[in-house]
Nanobody
Framework: QVQLVESGGGLVQAGTSLRISCAAS????????MVWFRQAPGKEREFVAA?????????YYADSVKGRFTISRDNAKNTVYLQMNSLKPEDTAVYYC??????????????????WGQGTQVTVSS
């Protein structure tokens, strides 16, 4: 069983940067495709970014964050990061770390996710 714990959320001003982290335990981290989702108030949870397994480190982004957010992983530390630059008020949401343990499938869909973190709040003030 994989446990995921997010950290680093907070209140920031628009235009600034924030990095959130997710520490994994209980499994072979390098085998997991790691994904970030977010859920804004009154909206459905949505895909934000993903990074592939092992050291391939192919990355994928939602159009709304492409060019502003960067996902990365440190397999030695069992940690995945989401660097968020040029933050906007519409980035305000609870950010969830997720892990996909099954090869194939559409990792952008919640149904494909095997493990979830508890979420960390990111609030961007205008």
């Amino acid at each position: 069983q994989v446990q995921l714990v997010e950290s680093g959320g907070g209140l920031v001003q628009a235009g600034t940067s924030l990095r959130i982290s997710c520490a994994a335990s209980g499994g072979t981290f390098s085998r997991l495709r790691m994904v970030w989702f977010r859920q804004a108030p009154g909206k459905e949870r949505e895909f934000v970014a993903a990074i592939s397994r092992w050291t391939d480190s192919a990355t994928y982004y939602a159009d709304s964050v492409k060019g502003r957010f960067t996902i990365s992983r440190d397999n030695a530390k069992n940690t995945v990061y989401l660097q968020m630059n040029s933050l906007k008020p519409e980035d305000t949401a609870v950010y969830y770390c997720a892990a996909d343990a099954t090869p194939g499938g559409n990792f952008k869909e919640e149904d494909e996710i095997d493990y979830w973190g508890q979420g960390t709040q990111v609030t961007v003030s205008s």
